[in-house]
Each structure stands twice: as structure tokens, then as C-alpha cells.
């Protein structure tokens, strides 16, 4: 268990090397500069700037630079967004924000997409199915931003009489609820459908035979001995789901005025803030990183026949 | 285990009909069957893939998936209507009553429960008051009856680290947790290699002697019935054409199909020159079953007669009956053959 952990751990920093790599360039083969606003600086402002920032000198330079500084945890400053100010300063003032909204949006995604899934397969076939089917399609391939709309227009006024919820996010616990329910809405569709799959295919095994003949109550049935084996593919997904989901949605963050950090991810970009950008994707990929490995390490708890160190069954 | 030796009528069977609706159609899966079980009696149903037999038994203890429904007939348990009780009273049946063991033994444990986990499972299913304790020591004594050793290890391991028959052991001993009086085997030996198949008939008749309950076994294997039951049942195509005791259905079968059945299974007496004689035909459809006896397209003996008309059974010894219209002649012409012999005998005197 403590080699393949070891094993994983050396895999996550080559793969976190290739994305830094990856990035870096990347985001430097993207024309425009950092310095670009309404009021186009002059060349010589522009060429102090880049001097100051060490923007001047050949990429692959800068990249050596960037990784040494890696080394000692400094990700550097800001020089556009929030200029001069720790890049890692603001992911980790802006993450927590994200990470409440988000850990509240996976949980309730959780609790009812799951349930719902199962639910659909035990009924397959009947209305009940067919409903849940449009509602999760619906959840599918809505747009974040209508769906988050939909509920800010309906829920905070746009229907008279019905304000039920404040229109800013100011950190109240009333102020957390359309958010969440915005950002949850897609994962609780995506998991219900893919629970439902992945039930169906359970519940047609011989062990749910050998367990109906047992004389197991129809709820002990689905839950203990279909849900457990229709678990794998859930948690595949759910794992770098909750990465995402943690980090914040863009859209969501927007709509309802949110200091997250999902706006980052976006506005880095359109700003060409280097540092920033190369901080939130190093940190969102290391996220992704750490939440497979667990999953990997929850296979084996859920499915005793998966052998890791044999890197599968 | 406990010795409460009760005799008489376990399972009465009466014109069970079994039927699923598919969008295709109707499939008449089980067309009116009848038999009874006694306490302490192995019956055992031979027929070949998709004549019925699995469905019939699962109509039993009330296993049967949509779009499959019992259209009509009764079946009885120990004095019960099974067919008259309600979810709740199946479910609480099912494992208690009667018991299923089934085919696959690789498929049919939960790959990521441990052993001792299912076999605890199934008794407190059927006995809530049962303490922990209770439950694991019980499950372990299963284990022992049905020779399995270590069971203490046994209890915590996984089905994938035992082998097959070590698992269809243990199928067995979560069947029989509970105390059955019916346990129905289905085809619980065909997965199995041949000397494991050997030493599983050989533990359940084993286990039957000591328990005393009745045993459905549903098989295609005629020397498996030989092995292990008092009396047999053939099933073709939906329909029950012959039942009788064990030796009856060997030495002396009525049906053309039972004996093409015997034909087609290998021998240690045959001579060396002897072949196997397959069944020619193939199944019937269910679909679109033919008028009269449906084995009458496969039959070699068949007359005009079998393709119009379903024969009555004839009885052809003590619980022995079969159905086939040259059994009707035989009975014909022995009673023409009487009656002459009465009148010679009136004659004389």
C-alpha cells in the first residue's frame, strides 16, 4: 500500500510538471500582454514592464525561473488582476469562499442525484423513470448560466410577491442557497443518470437473485446490495466532480456576484495575468490530482476484489 | 439440527399456468402443470433450455420477473395458498419457508460482501431477535454442516477468494440458515466441475437425510435425477408429458421424448460400437406453439392424431403417468384385450 501510494505521488508530480509545462507556453503563445487596457500604454512603458516583470526574456528562461520559484512555494505575484499582491495570498483567501459554496452544490448533488438514480432504475420503465429522465436531460444540457438566471429571476423578486432570496451573494446562509442549488443542479442530473446506469446493470446480477430469494426487504436489496456494486462508475465521476465543483463555477460566481475563485480561472485569462493564471491551474490540476488518487484508494474500500498494486482486478 | 420430522404434503401444484407478455406475444412459458411434494422427498424436473422448469419454480416462491405472471392454477405450501399472500408475506416466505440455491455459484454471492456478512444477512432477515453472537456462531455451524473447514477465516473472506464449490457450499448453507422445508435447486450443478458436482449432489443428499425437507431439483443432467431423486418430473416445451418414481421414468419410460432423452445420455454399461442418439429438431418456438402434443414435430412415433389434439395422461403405474396419444392406444387395446378376455372367460363359464 505505502509503494503504491509512494508510486502515485511520483506520477502526480510528473504529471503536475507536464501541465506546468504545458501551460506555460500555452498561455505565452496567446497573443496580447498583460498591459493592453483602454488607454494603450506607450512602447516604453510597455518594454519597462516587461523588464520589470522579467516578461523580456525568452520563455523557456522564464519557465526555469518559474519552476525554481515553485520549489520554494512562491507562486509569485499578481500583475494584473490584483497587482502585486501574492498570487498564493488570493487563491487561498478566495478558495475557502468557493469551497463552502461548492461543498454544500456536491453534497446536495449527492444526497438527492444518488437516491434519484436509484430510484429511476427501480422504476424503470414507468413515469416515474420517464420524469426524472426529462428533468436530468434538462439538468444536462441547460446551460449553467440559465439555469442560475432562471433561479435568480423566479426566486428574488421577478415573480411578484415571490422574494424569497437575496439577489447578492453577501454571506448570509440565505444568500448561499440559490448558488448552490445553481451549481449543484448539473452534478445532481449527471450522477442521477449515471446511477441509474450503473444500477440497472446491478440490479440484473444473480446476486440480487440470490438475495431476493434470501427473502431481503426490497430496500435492503437496492441499497445494500445493488447501490454498493453500482457505486464504481459514481465515484469515477465524482472525484475530479468535486475538484471542479470546490473550486467554484464561473458562471455561477458571476450571476450571483460571488468573491469566489472561479472567476479567476476565466479572468486571468482575459487579462494575461501570467502568474495568476499558472497559479489556479496548478492548483485546480493538483486538486484533480490529489481527489483521483482518492478515488482509486475508495475503489478498493467499495470493490474488495481490486487489487491496486496490480494497478486493477 | 433439529429432527421435526413431519410427513405428508409439503407443495401441491395444481394446472399452474405461467405466462409472459412480451410485446411479441404471449409465451405460454408453463402451460398447466400439476404434482405434489412430500416431506422428505426429492422430486426432480428434467427438461431441456426454455421448456419451463426454471420458471415453474420460480412461480413457487415468487420470483418471477415482469413481464412473467401466474395466469392461473394454485400452489399450495403446507396447507397455504401461496399464490394468495401479499409482497410482505413473500418476502418473509422466502428464505425462511422455502429456499433457492441456484446455478452459478461465481455470480450469485455479492462479489463485495464478505461471507459471513451474507450468510448472517440471510438469517436475520427471517429472525430479527437473533444477537450478533448468535448469528455468527449459527452461520458458522452452517458452514461446518456443508464441509466447509477454517470457518472462521471463511466467515471474513470474499466470494472471489473461494473456489466454485467452496462457494456453491456456501450457497447451500445460506439457503438451509434458516431451516426450509422446500429448498429448490436449480440447476445447482451444471457450473460446476464434474467431481465437484459429484461431491455437491453428494452433500445435499446428505443434507436432505438429515433435515428431512423436501427438494425441487431442477436439472438436464437425467444422471444427476438418478443420483440424488425419488421421482421425476419431465417438462417439454411448457407441459408436464411424463412424471413417475425415479426407476419408473428409467426402466420403463412412457413418453418418446423421456426415452429420447435417455438415448441422448452417455451410459457406462453401453458397448463400446453404442452412440449417443440426439434429439432431432430443434425446440419448439413459444411464440407459436403447435396445435396438439408439442413434441409431436420432433416425435419419430407421431401420428395424425398428436398434431391435432394435446393427449390425456395415462396412467401407467403406481404415480406414474405420461402423456402421449400412444400410451392411449397401449391403454386402448389392453382394455379391447380385457374385455375379449372377460367375455372368453364368461363363455366358459
Not at chain 1, 465524482?238 to 468573491?259: D, N, Y
Not at chain 2, 444427476?224 to 408436464?240: L, N
Not at chain 2, 413417475?244 to 441422448?264: A, C, E, N, Q, W
Not at chain 2, 409431436?296 to 396412467?315: F, G, N, T
Request: contains cysteine; proline residues 5%.
Amino acid at each position: 500500500m505505502a509503494k503504491y501510494i509512494l508510486k502515485r505521488v511520483l506520477m502526480a508530480v510528473i504529471t503536475l510538471f507536464i501541465v506546468i509545462c504545458l501551460t506555460f507556453f500555452l498561455m505565452n503563445a496567446v497573443p496580447g500582454n498583460p498591459w493592453l487596457s483602454e488607454k494603450t500604454p506607450t512602447q516604453a512603458t510597455i518594454d519597462a514592464l516587461n523588464a520589470k516583470y522579467g516578461l523580456d526574456q525568452p520563455v523557456i528562461v522564464q519557465l526555469g525561473k518559474y519552476l525554481e520559484n515553485l520549489l520554494h512555494l512562491d507562486f509569485g505575484t499578481s500583475i494584473k488582476m490584483q497587482k502585486d499582491r501574492p498570487v498564493l495570498d488570493i487563491i487561498l483567501t478566495m478558495f475557502p469562499i468557493s469551497a463552502g459554496i461548492g461543498a454544500i452544490a456536491i453534497i446536495w448533488a449527492i444526497l438527492v442525484g444518488v437516491p434519484l438514480g436509484c430510484l429511476a432504475a427501480y422504476k424503470r420503465g414507468t413515469w416515474v423513470d420517464s420524469l426524472l429522465r426529462v428533468i436530468c436531460t434538462l439538468g444536462i444540457s441547460m446551460p449553467g448560466f440559465v439555469v442560475a438566471t432562471m433561479l435568480l429571476h423566479i426566486l428574488t423578486g421577478g415573480i411578484e410577491g415571490l422574494k424569497l432570496f437575496p439577489t447578492m451573494f453577501d454571506g448570509t446562509a440565505k444568500s448561499y442557497v440559490l448558488p448552490c442549488l445553481a451549481l449543484g443542479f448539473y452534478p445532481m442530473c449527471y450522477l442521477s443518470r449515471q446511477t441509474r446506469t450503473a444500477m440497472l446493470d446491478a440490479i440484473n446480477q444473480e446476486y440480487i437473485k440470490t438475495a431476493r430469494a434470501k427473502g431481503l426487504k426490497n430496500k435492503k436489496i437496492i441499497f445494500k446490495h445493488a447501490l454498493r456494486n453500482a457505486l464504481i462508475p459514481v465515484i469515477t465521476y465524482l472525484g475530479p466532480q468535486i475538484a471542479f465543483t470546490l473550486c467554484g463555477g464561473f458562471v455561477v460566481e458571476k450571476v450571483f456576484s460571488i468573491p469566489g475563485l472561479g472567476r479567476y480561472f476565466v479572468m486571468s485569462i482575459q487579462n494575461r495575468d501570467y502568474p495568476l493564471i499558472m497559479g489556479t491551474t496548478i492548483f485546480l490540476a493538483a486538486f484533480i490530482i490529489v481527489m483521483n488518487l482518492i478515488v482509486d484508494l475508495l475503489y478498493k474500500l467499495v470493490d474488495p476484489r481490486i487489487n491496486l498494486a496490480k494497478g486493477g482486478n | 439440527m433439529e429432527n421435526n420430522q413431519k410427513t405428508g404434503k409439503l407443495l401441491e401444484v395444481k394446472d399452474l399456468h405461467v405466462s409472459f407478455f412480451t410485446p411479441a406475444g404471449e409465451v405460454k412459458a408453463v402451460g398447466g402443470i400439476s404434482y405434489d411434494l412430500n416431506y422428505d422427498e426429492v422430486m426432480g424436473i428434467v427438461g431441456e433450455s426454455g421448456s419451463g422448469k426454471s420458471v415453474e419454480a420460480y412461480s413457487i416462491i415468487g420470483l418471477l420477473q415482469s413481464p412473467g405472471k401466474v395466469i392461473g392454477g394454485s400452489i399450495t405450501l403446507e396447507g397455504e395458498d401461496v399464490l394468495a399472500k401479499t409482497k410482505d408475506e413473500m418476502v418473509a416466505l422466502r428464505g425462511s419457508k422455502v429456499a433457492m440455491i441456484f446455478q452459478n455459484p461465481m455470480t450469485c454471492l455479492n462479489p463485495v460482501y464478505t461471507i459471513g456478512n451474507q450468510l448472517i444477512e440471510a438469517l436475520k432477515a427471517h429472525d430479527k431477535h437473533v444477537s450478533k453472537e448468535e448469528a455468527s456462531k449459527r452461520a458458522m455451524e452452517m458452514l461446518e454442516l456443508v464441509g466447509i473447514n477454517n470457518v472462521e477465516k471463511r466467515m471474513k473472506q470474499y466470494p472471489h477468494e473461494l473456489s466454485g464449490g467452496m462457494r456453491q457450499r456456501v450457497m447451500i448453507a445460506m439457503g438451509l440458515i434458516c431451516h426450509p422445508q422446500l429448498l429448490i435447486a436449480d440447476e445447482p450443478t451444471t457450473a460446476l466441475d464434474v467431481t465437484i458436482q459429484a461431491q455437491i449432489l453428494e452433500l445435499m443428499k446428505d443434507l436432505q437425510k438429515k433435515t428431512h425437507m423436501g427438494i425441487i431439483f431442477i436439472t438436464h443432467n437425467l444422471g444427476v435425477v438418478a443420483e440424488i431423486c425419488d421421482k421425476v418430473s419431465v417438462m417439454y416445451a411448457g407441459k408436464m408429458v411424463e412424471q413417475g418414481p425415479v426407476d419408473d421414468i428409467f426402466y420403463k419410460p412412457g413418453h418418446p421424448y423421456t426415452m429420447g432423452l435417455l438415448r441422448s445420455m452417455p451410459r457406462v454399461d453401453a458397448e463400446s460400437y453404442e452412440r449417443l442418439i440426439p434429439i432431432e429438431g430443434s425446440p419448439v418456438d413459444m411464440l407459436n406453439p403447435p396445435e396438439g402434443c408439442p413434441f409431436a414435430p420432433r416425435c419419430e412415433h407421431a401420428m395424425k392424431i398428436c398434431l391435432q389434439k394435446m393427449p390425456p395422461y395415462v396412467e401407467l403405474g403406481d404415480n406414474h403417468r405420461a402423456a402421449c396419444w400412444l400410451r392411449v392406444q397401449d391403454q386402448i387395446e389392453k382394455e379391447k384385450a380385457g374385455k375379449t378376455e372377460n367375455k372368453e372367460v364368461g363363455d366358459n363359464g
